[in-house]
């Protein structure tokens, strides 16, 4: 599923399929139907169609993007792009198992979900091999356990704090089979005017997020988290803690940073007792 290496199933998917179907395997195709679904869910602030807009912003490339610089597209640019993508421009034909983008505009970008995605996949080979506890990590922001660890029934993952990774805002206790995802903005560009650019936009307007924080997600998969990260991100803290009212199984933890205020602002959405701990 890589988007660098031009014989990955993504690359062959984004070159051919404009106007054309392209045949897939069930394991990519049953991955695009849950994307799908997610996005419905998240009323598009998660949107894997969106490839282009990460290119319009200079923002695909292996590596890290503290304060390198980049240049804005245009507002014409912008708006043409988010006019023709979304799954609406998506056929999925489910009996052939093929894609079909409707206009030139839709790429498939997994970078949201990649590491949940592999994540899970792991976890799921660890329980073919008969692992009854494990905890699998990674970069720090995918996380995803088997069970728990010895003479605990949790366990305890230190939250960071988005300025500074080496200080530490909160904790989580982290059941069995369960997952822990997390978004920063302090991943992020500049524009020549020294202008922040977030890695994280709306696809719905082709923005850049203006929130500065970090969102933390419990949920059952590592790959819903990942998205659900970024969905909360893009959505705000209000909708944020109306969905988690309706999703017992999800909990999420709100880190704010305000450049004159002393300290980051955190807050805990949940429907049930929050796990996560200031």
Sequence with gaps: FSHYLPQSEICQLNANAYRQPVSVSPYLFSLLLRLKTLTEQTEGAFDPTAGQLVKAWGLFRQGTLRGEEVSPPSREKVHQIVQEIGWSNVELDTKPQTV???????????????????????????????????????????????????????????????????????????????????????????????????????????????FH????????????????????????????????????????????????AIAPCLACFSATQSRFLQ
């Design 100 to 210: 079909t983008f409707l206009t030139p505009f839709v790429e498939i970008h997994l970078g949201a979900v990649g590491k949940g995605f592999i994540v899970d996949e792991v976890i799921g080979y660890l329980r073919k091999q008969g692992i009854e506890q494990a905890l699998v990590n990674a970069g720090g922001s995918s996380i995803a356990t088997i069970g728990t660890p010895p003479n605990s029934d949790h366990w305890h993952l230190g939250i960071a704090d988005p300025c500074d990774s080496a200080n530490t805002l909160g904790y989580v206790l982290l059941q069995a089979d369960e997952c822990l995802s997390t978004s920063g903005s302090m991943e992020s560009a500049k524009t020549p005017n020294g202008e922040r650019v977030c890695h994280l936009f709306d696809p719905r307007n082709g923005n850049p997020v203006a």
């Design 213 to 260: 924080g970090s969102v933390s997600v419990l949920s059952p998969t590592a790959l819903e988290g990942d998205a659900l990260t970024t969905a909360f991100f893009v959505n705000g803290a209000a909708w944020t803690e109306t969905y988690c009212q309706h999703r017992p199984d999800i909990q999420a933890l709100w880190i704010e940073v305000d450049e004159d």
